[in-house]
């Protein structure tokens, strides 16, 4: 099992930043996939930025060159820096982490999230 505490919501204008943490806990040697979603208002939950532990982030189109997923794997964490933020990035944002465990020979996933953190861009 993981544990996903997410801190770093907000309100801010448009045109500004926020920076997203993630802090994990438990089995995190069975890491396998890790990043970002949002969910806005009246919408589907949204892939913003993942990887796998071991590569590079891919981002969705709307945040490409905007957002910036990285991670201190000292201090287990996981960020999500946001720049040049507009009001279509206003969502709840998640944290996720999936881990791979080995079942009878089988490879089997599981997925946990964050609580949400709510991020509110307008004048």
């Known amino acids: 099992q993981v544990h996903l505490m997410e801190s770093g919501g907000g309100l801010v204008q448009p045109g500004g930043s926020l920076r997203l943490s993630c802090q994990y806990s438990g089995d995190i040697s069975s890491l396998y996939h890790m990043g970002w979603y949002r969910q806005a208002p009246g919408r589907e939950r949204e892939r913003v930025a993942t990887a796998q532990v071991a590569g590079s982030p891919t981002y969705t189109d709307a945040v490409k060159g905007r957002f910036t997923f990285s991670r201190d794997r000292a201090a287990n964490t996981m960020y999500l820096q946001m720049n040049r933020l507009k009001p279509e990035d206003t969502a709840v944002y998640y944290c996720?982490?999936?881990?791979?465990?080995?079942?009878?020979?089988?490879?089997?996933?599981?997925?946990?999230w964050g609580q949400g953190t709510q991020v509110t861009v307008r004048t």
């Open positions: 996720y982490a999936e881990i791979m465990y080995m079942e009878e020979g089988d490879s089997e996933y599981e997925e946990y």
